[in-house]
């Protein structure tokens, strides 16, 4: 033996002499292992023990015929990559220690907000209760479900067992939900909730939104709906939902309704500078959905398409003028607003003669209003105050949208330029002609087209009295009508009506004016010209406004207030054309943003009677910083305003 060899058995030997022997072992720390582990693995910086990875062929190819005969394999364990489990080799089979898989024996929906109707726009709350063939279940994903006609849609996902649903339908809202794990899936019992109209009319909203959809009887294009939400604090930004909530009955049948599509408008220049109108019969909305739902971000839009199923083949524009249906949008945190839907070009009721559930339950003046206002068929523009375009025999016609302004008009004042026509008197009056008597029924003639008439406001023969009784305007359109507009307005009545921008198939389409105010032509309106030529304006006014020469006021459409019966649904659009500055200055401003139409009654208020004023329905469109203002007034003839005709 070697010198080396001598020294290295000593040392061996010194050491086995010196360490004392352990059947244990730490591994990561130098503390003495536990009295019952043989190995004890220490990790304080996040370090663990990766076992064996193997996938499940893996695994099945050591268990060989030799592995499964040899008792000293079992307790084997490894990682399956596959399942994602550990595994366990126990002498016959491996055993997984993952949570075990059990199954959904049943669930069941319930309501905990009561058995009560809940308003369309509202919510209510649902419990679904899930049952398993085993105590300690794994987790369990809900898939809440409305049924909207044709099939079950699905509202959401999520992992809890409660969801408050909007109540989208007037009538039977149904619901019902899937409980969901790895082994399968049960479906619950159907809670129905019955929704009822919504009273009153939806909060002013906080960015100007769309109140309504138009189509003539023979028309089913896309209308398009594109509404800002503005800036994360108006709370108008997250999840939203528009449903096809109402069909009027008896109106609508199968394959014949309304329908919805978060998908764009293949027009390439909608919403565009030199968009063309009428084209909106070429795109039709091609699905059977009557709910959609979206997520808006803060400063972007809901966006999305209304279209009809068929033409309105029972339309008779006397005995059946319309029918109608409601889209609600829910939105933000809980906002809604309803899009009144009107097919159908016929002259209707907004309030019925008799409406015992309002509190004018009799109105024996009311009226059905046309849906279009006035212009002259040849898009004529005049030139000086002798233009003279209408008469007992040549009347106006309607304007080919409901959003659009076509001619306003003043009662008693010589400068007439367009869209400003002496429709209300066959020719420039004098002063010493502004006789109460003689405005309107012995003047002139009437512009509205035959078989219409201009609304009254009470007398037509004597001074107004400005009250309900005998008014047709007021009886017509308005839910709570009030009393007054002589020597100041009448109170508001803001009961049933919404202000806003409607799509009819040529202002959801143009480019909305954004700018607005007073000495603006103003905000919310949509140019198009349909190729009338230039004529000199009259009186040298200067452009402040809207100077009212020009020929692109004949064709302006404008936001507006939308009238409506809440229990009927009926629904009528009056675009605004703005006020117009001075008696003598021919312009027009805050279109969009004012609105005024003339009824055919007078006040005698100035100088004994010599000077008069009329009546008019007065109102605003929208400002979150100013509430509605829907009255009668009454002005001086020299303002310039809509016409908007009934049926005698």
């Given at each position: 033996?070697?010198?080396?060899?001598?020294?290295?058995?000593?040392?061996?030997?010194?050491?086995?002499?010196?360490?004392?022997?352990?059947?244990?072992?730490?591994?990561?720390?130098?503390?003495?292992?536990?009295?019952?582990?043989?190995?004890?693995?220490?990790?304080?910086?996040?370090?663990?023990?990766?076992?064996?990875?193997?996938?499940?062929?893996?695994?099945?190819?050591?268990?060989?015929?030799?592995?499964?005969?040899?008792?000293?394999?079992?307790?084997?364990?490894?990682?399956?990559?596959?399942?994602?489990?550990?595994?366990?080799?126990?002498?016959?089979?491996?055993?997984?220690?993952?949570?075990?898989?059990?199954?959904?024996?049943?669930?069941?929906?319930?309501?905990?907000?009561?058995?009560?109707?809940?308003?369309?726009?509202?919510?209510?709350?649902?419990?679904?209760?899930?049952?398993?063939?085993?105590?300690?279940?794994?987790?369990?994903?809900?898939?809440?479900?409305?049924?909207?006609?044709?099939?079950?849609?699905?509202?959401?996902?999520?992992?809890?067992?409660?969801?408050?649903?909007?109540?989208?339908?007037?009538?039977?809202?149904?619901?019902?939900?899937?409980?969901?794990?790895?082994?399968?899936?049960?479906?619950?019992?159907?809670?129905?909730?019955?929704?009822?109209?919504?009273?009153?009319?939806?909060?002013?909203?906080?960015?100007?939104?769309?109140?309504?959809?138009?189509?003539?009887?023979?028309?089913?294009?896309?209308?398009?709906?594109?509404?800002?939400?503005?800036?994360?604090?108006?709370?108008?930004?997250?999840?939203?939902?528009?449903?096809?909530?109402?069909?009027?009955?008896?109106?609508?049948?199968?394959?014949?309704?309304?329908?919805?599509?978060?998908?764009?408008?293949?027009?390439?220049?909608?919403?565009?500078?030199?968009?063309?109108?009428?084209?909106?019969?070429?795109?039709?909305?091609?699905?059977?959905?009557?709910?959609?739902?979206?997520?808006?971000?803060?400063?972007?839009?809901?966006?999305?398409?209304?279209?009809?199923?068929?033409?309105?083949?029972?339309?008779n524009a006397t005995s059946n003028p319309a029918r109608y249906a409601i889209v609600l949008l829910t939105y933000g945190?809980?906002?809604?607003?309803?899009?009144?839907?009107?097919?159908?070009?016929?002259?209707?009721?907004?309030?019925?003669?008799?409406?015992?559930?309002?509190?004018?339950?009799?109105?024996?003046?009311?009226?059905?209003?046309?849906?279009?206002?006035?212009?002259?068929?040849?898009?004529?523009?005049?030139?000086?105050?002798?233009?003279?375009?209408?008469?007992?025999?040549?009347?106006?016609?309607?304007?080919?949208?409901?959003?659009?302004?076509?001619?306003?008009?003043?009662?008693?004042?010589?400068?007439?330029?367009?869209?400003?026509?002496?429709?209300?008197?066959?020719?420039?009056?004098?002063?010493?002609?502004?006789?109460?008597?003689?405005?309107?029924?012995?003047?002139?003639?009437?512009?509205?087209?035959?078989?219409?008439?201009?609304?009254?406001?009470?007398?037509?023969?004597?001074?107004?009295?400005?009250?309900?009784?005998?008014s047709e305007i007021r009886q017509s359109l308005l839910l709570n009508p009030q009393n007054g507009g002589n020597t100041?307005?009448?109170?508001?009545?803001?009961?049933?009506?919404?202000?806003?921008?409607?799509?009819?198939?040529?202002?959801?389409?143009?480019?909305?004016?954004?700018?607005?105010?007073?000495?603006?032509?103003?905000?919310?309106?949509?140019?198009?010209?349909?190729?009338?030529?230039?004529?000199?304006?009259?009186?040298?006014?200067?452009?402040?406004?809207?100077?009212?020469?020009?020929?692109?006021?004949?064709?302006?459409?404008?936001?507006?207030?939308?009238?409506?019966?809440?229990?009927?649904?009926?629904?009528?659009?009056?675009?605004?054309?703005?006020?117009?500055?001075?008696?003598?200055?021919?312009?027009?401003?805050?279109?969009?943003?004012?609105?005024?139409?003339?009824?055919?009654?007078?006040?005698?208020?100035?100088?004994?009677?010599?000077?008069?004023?009329?009546?008019?329905?007065?109102?605003?469109?929208?400002?979150?910083?100013?509430?509605?203002?829907?009255?009668?007034?009454?002005?001086?003839?020299?303002?310039?305003?809509?016409?908007?005709?009934?049926?005698?």
């Amino acid at each position: 033996m070697t010198k080396n060899n001598i020294f290295r058995f000593f040392l061996l030997g010194l050491i086995l002499i010196s360490c004392p022997m352990y059947s244990q072992v730490t591994i990561g720390d130098d503390k003495v292992p536990e009295t019952f582990s043989v190995l004890e693995l220490v990790s304080q910086n996040k370090q663990g023990m990766r076992l064996p990875q193997m996938t499940t062929a893996n695994r099945d190819a050591i268990t060989t015929v030799s592995f499964k005969a040899n008792p000293l394999a079992e307790g084997l364990t490894i990682f399956n990559i596959t399942t994602k489990c550990l595994e366990t080799w126990n002498g016959s089979v491996w055993i997984t220690h993952c949570a075990p898989k059990v199954r959904i024996t049943g669930v069941t929906l319930s309501r905990t907000d009561g058995s009560g109707t809940v308003e369309v726009g509202k919510k209510t709350s649902l419990l679904a209760t899930v049952t398993f063939a085993d105590p300690f279940p794994g987790d369990v994903t809900y898939v809440w479900q409305i049924w909207d006609g044709t099939g079950w849609f699905t509202l959401a996902e999520t992992n809890t067992n409660t969801y408050d649903a909007f109540v989208s339908f007037v009538g039977d809202n149904k619901y019902r939900v899937k409980a969901i794990n790895d082994l399968g899936y049960m479906v619950s019992n159907i809670v129905i909730v019955t929704g009822t109209s919504p009273l009153g009319v939806e909060p002013e909203p906080s960015t100007l939104t769309y109140v309504g959809a138009f189509w003539k009887y023979n028309q089913t294009g896309e209308r398009l709906i594109r509404i800002p939400v503005g800036a994360a604090n108006l709370n108008n930004s997250g999840p939203w939902q528009a449903t096809v909530t109402w069909l009027q009955p008896g109106a609508w049948g199968v394959n014949d309704g309304v329908v919805l599509s978060k998908t764009r408008s293949l027009d390439p220049n909608v919403n565009k500078a030199g968009f063309t109108p009428n084209l909106a019969e070429g795109y039709k909305v091609l699905t059977d959905s009557t709910i959609i739902m979206g997520n808006a971000a803060p400063n972007t839009h809901i966006e999305f398409r209304i279209g009809l199923q068929k033409n309105f083949t029972n339309y008779n524009a006397t005995s059946n003028p319309a029918r109608y249906a409601i889209v609600l949008l829910t939105y933000g945190d809980g906002k809604w607003r309803r899009l009144f839907i009107r097919q159908g070009e016929g002259a209707d009721y907004v309030m019925r003669p008799s409406e015992p559930n309002t509190p004018l339950t009799s109105r024996p003046n009311a009226k059905k209003f046309a849906p279009y206002n006035l212009k002259d068929a040849q898009h004529r523009i005049p030139s000086s105050t002798s233009n003279v375009y209408f008469s007992a025999t040549t009347r106006a016609v309607w304007v080919d949208y409901p959003t659009m302004l076509g001619y306003v008009v003043p009662f008693n004042y010589g400068y007439f330029a367009a869209p400003v026509v002496q429709g209300l008197q066959a020719q420039p009056i004098t002063p010493s002609q502004w006789n109460i008597n003689s405005w309107w029924n012995t003047q002139g003639p009437d512009i509205c087209p035959n078989g219409y008439k201009r609304p009254n406001d009470g007398s037509i023969s004597a001074a107004g009295a400005a009250t309900v009784a005998g008014s047709e305007i007021r009886q017509s359109l308005l839910l709570n009508p009030q009393n007054g507009g002589n020597t100041s307005p009448s109170a508001n009545n803001a009961d049933n009506s919404v202000g806003g921008i409607y799509a009819d198939g040529y202002y959801d389409r143009g480019v909305i004016e954004t700018t607005g105010g007073l000495g603006t032509v103003g905000k919310y309106g949509v140019f198009w010209n349909y190729g009338a030529t230039p004529v000199p304006v009259l009186g040298g006014a200067s452009f402040v406004g809207g100077q009212i020469g020009n020929p692109l006021w004949l064709f302006v459409g404008s936001s507006g207030r939308l009238f409506f019966n809440p229990e009927t649904n009926a629904s009528l659009f009056l675009p605004a054309s703005g006020i117009s500055l001075a008696v003598n200055a021919l312009e027009v401003t805050m279109v969009g943003e004012s609105g005024a139409y003339w009824t055919s009654t007078a006040y005698s208020l100035r100088n004994g009677g010599i000077y008069g004023r009329a009546s008019y329905l007065d109102f605003n469109i929208w400002d979150e910083n100013v509430a509605p203002i829907i009255r009668m007034n009454s002005t001086e003839g020299a303002n310039h305003m809509c016409v908007r005709c009934v049926v005698p």
